[in-house]
């Protein structure tokens, strides 16, 4: 009996220590048209873990009528020595009734988790009688049937329009002049990168309390740069989905550990109040310079 009870006692705590799900939205019931905001949650997230949620576009599949308003957003809140995973739709309904959002998964190192489906109502606006969706008061004003009362109306205008694009035409020709007697120098995609994080390090934003601000706007030169170099969309990819769609691209193993050091070192910083040494800080600038020059094709 005694080694039932241990045995049910441990199978409680191993379920409190793994991540915990959910779903939510603000308000369950809305009119028409309006906004609510659609929260997916996840408790118990370490340092460590990797999480992998593929957000949806515009629509959610399978909710006839609901539609996304902007772009999918999430974050890391601490809760003592772990964190609290959230990401987050802003989303209306164009249907009236009921409407059930599906379940989902986020995948939390080699585990899945499921996201519970939820059930929105939907209200249409109720319109009073012998009242229109909008009350709008109309004028009337006859207009000059004669051409020439326009002109003497509007003739400052009409020649003010003409001299402006007249001096318009006289700047786009001597512009064209201009650059082909002086053309101006292109830069390649290497070269940019390398002046923007070149850009960077000359802020010094660590000595300013924004270490968090210099490891943002590194990762950001980074994935902007990998994005073009790979013709990817990386902005909205967490670091852990970057890894995975670099690994299909057969890079050299230890460019693609470097990359995602950098990216992971990032969000350490970013989320996890990581406080890197102004050595490290100097050190990961250098191994941006490298990861582009090595990513880089000749001339480019």
């Avoid at 959910?22 to 340092?47: C, D, M, P, S, W």
């Avoid at 999918?72 to 995973?85: A, N």
């Avoid at 899945?112 to 229109?132: D, M, N, R, Y």
Wanted: overall charge positive; glycine content about 6%; proline content about 2%.
């Amino acid at each position: 009996m005694i080694k039932t009870v241990y045995v049910v006692v441990c199978c409680l705590l191993s379920y409190i220590a793994v991540a915990q799900s959910k779903a939510y939205v603000r308000r369950n019931t809305f009119l028409l048209g309006e906004q609510t905001e659609l929260i997916y949650e996840v408790k118990g997230v370490k340092n460590t873990d990797k999480l992998s949620f593929i957000p949806q576009q515009k629509t959610i599949i399978g909710a006839k009528g609901v539609e996304i308003i902007g772009q999918f957003q999430d974050t890391l809140i601490p809760s003592g020595k772990v964190f609290t995973w959230q990401g987050s739709y802003t989303i209306t309904a164009w249907d009236s009734g009921r409407v059930t959002i599906p379940e989902t998964t986020i995948r939390v190192n080699d585990s899945v988790l499921q996201l519970s489906a939820l059930s929105l109502f939907i209200k249409t606006p109720k319109i009073k009688e012998g009242k229109g969706l909008y009350d709008i008061k109309e004028g009337f004003e006859e207009v000059p049937s004669r051409t020439s009362l326009f002109f003497q109306k509007n003739w400052g205008w009409i020649v003010g329009g003409l001299l402006l694009l007249i001096g318009l035409i006289l700047y786009v020709r001597f512009r064209k002049k201009k650059v082909k007697n002086n053309p101006e120098i292109t830069l390649s995609l290497r070269e940019m990168t390398i002046q923007e994080i070149d850009a960077l390090f000359e802020k010094r934003l660590w000595e300013q309390e924004g270490l968090k601000e210099h490891y943002f706007q590194l990762s950001l030169i980074l994935r902007t740069y990998l994005g073009k170099r790979y013709t990817l969309s990386l902005m909205d990819k967490t670091s852990y989905q970057i890894e995975v769609l670099l690994g299909q691209l057969n890079l050299h193993h230890d460019l693609q550990t470097e990359i995602n050091g950098m990216l992971n070192q990032a969000d350490l910083v970013k989320f996890a109040k990581s406080s890197p040494d102004i050595s490290e800080v100097t050190r990961s600038i250098q191994r941006a310079k490298d990861v582009v020059t090595k990513t880089s094709k000749f001339g480019e």
